[in-house]
């Protein structure tokens, strides 16, 4: 898996293989689920369960990639993924963001109050929920360049 913080990853035919050292919120007690890129540049993703009879998918973006502005305190995933102090470099841990395609008025949001850290070099998974003020859903940057506030 090569996902990069600053442009995604290169899509291939393949699943990447992702799993979770904690059940995702609200989705039952899966852990092991298939990642694949759904765009050329690989920020926009399907996470489906790969247990057999489950028919969970997400879809997830690469917040670098489409939330300009937003990072998140993430510290206590990174320990989660048994990731020490700051991770050796920005395409070790992908921050991604759940999202909902149709949100109010059909304008699609994230959530960028439960992000899903990937460590690129274990394939291990964690979503974390912050504390604070961070929205369930903020509307989905139509540009990069939109900053959430």
Do not use: C, K
């Not at 092991?32 to 057999?52: H, I, K, M, P, Y």
């Not at 510290?75 to 070790?92: E, H, K, M, N």
């Amino acid at each position: 898996m090569t996902v990069s913080a600053a442009t995604g990853t290169s899509p291939d035919a393949a699943d990447e293989r992702v799993s979770f050292v904690a059940p995702l919120l609200g989705l039952g007690g899966a852990l092991d689920f298939t990642l694949r890129a759904l765009d050329d540049l690989g920020t926009v993703f399907a996470l489906r369960s790969v247990d057999e009879g489950a028919s969970t998918r997400l879809f997830l973006v690469h917040a670098a990639a489409h939330v300009r502005g937003y990072e998140p305190p993430v510290a206590v995933g990174l320990a989660l993924l048994g990731v020490d102090g700051v991770p050796a470099s920005d395409d070790d841990i992908a921050t991604l963001v759940v999202l909902n395609p149709e949100g109010d008025g059909g304008a699609a949001t994230v959530n960028l109050l439960a992000p899903v850290l990937v460590n690129t070099r274990t394939h291990r998974a964690v979503q974390i929920v912050l504390d604070g003020d961070w929205p369930l859903r903020a509307p989905l940057a139509p540009s990069p360049d939109r900053e959430i506030t």
